[in-house]
């Protein structure tokens, strides 16, 4: 199914200048769970790691804008990023950056969310891809690790409050 998925909604077209790739991790949380947190575009910083604060331009919609910070530690400290695409039926998310001072030039990227089994309890498989400019003097290859090291720590991050929040969930002092 991953493939399927990928080939559906993880298409980019890249030109010389540009990388490309998609990346994947498996959650045990249910998908609804998942999609909560990966549909607010207003607070990324619930589950990425670097985002410190962000504010929304205008109404929660297709084309609003947001204004990210970003934590000490990477070379940046603010990117201002576009919402592309949401669909809630179909869990996919679509950001542009569209500004901010830092490296990552025409940066678009879809996220998808989609249910799976997880040693048979409700899962989510996460999808996310990604293209970008390859800034003047880096190659294909280190600016791909470059965003692919991003996503991941998003991802991992992502997991790890997916599955802690379904924990909450089901606990019995909880219920």
């Known amino acids: ?40 575009f207003d607070e990324p910083q619930k589950y990425k790691p670097f985002v410190s604060r962000c504010v929304v331009k205008g109404d929660f919609e297709i084309g609003s804008v947001r204004e990210v910070n970003v934590k000490s530690g990477l070379p940046a400290t603010t990117s201002t990023e576009r919402l592309e695409l949401l669909n809630d039926e179909e869990h996919i998310l679509g950001i542009r950056i569209v500004g901010g001072d830092h490296r990552l030039k025409n940066y678009s990227s879809v996220i998808t969310v989609h249910p799976e089994m997880v040693d048979g309890r409700r899962g989510t498989l996460v999808i996310e891809s990604f293209v970008v400019d390859v800034p ?7 600016t ?11 991802h991992k991050s992502l997991a790890d409050v997916s599955e802690r929040m379904n924990m909450l969930d089901h606990h019995p002092l909880h219920n």
């Not at 890249?14 to 947190?37: E, F, G, K, M």
């Not at 470059?146 to 998003?154: E, G």
């Open 144 to 154: 791909c690790y470059f965003v692919q090291a991003l996503i991941n720590c998003n």
């Open 1 to 40: 199914m991953e493939t399927q998925y990928i080939s559906r909604y993880h298409h980019h077209h890249t030109a010389d200048n540009q990388c490309s790739s998609s990346l994947s991790t498996h959650v045990n949380a249910p998908v609804d769970l998942v999609w909560s947190l990966v549909r607010r």
């Open 136 to 142: 003047e003097g880096n190659t294909k290859d280190e």
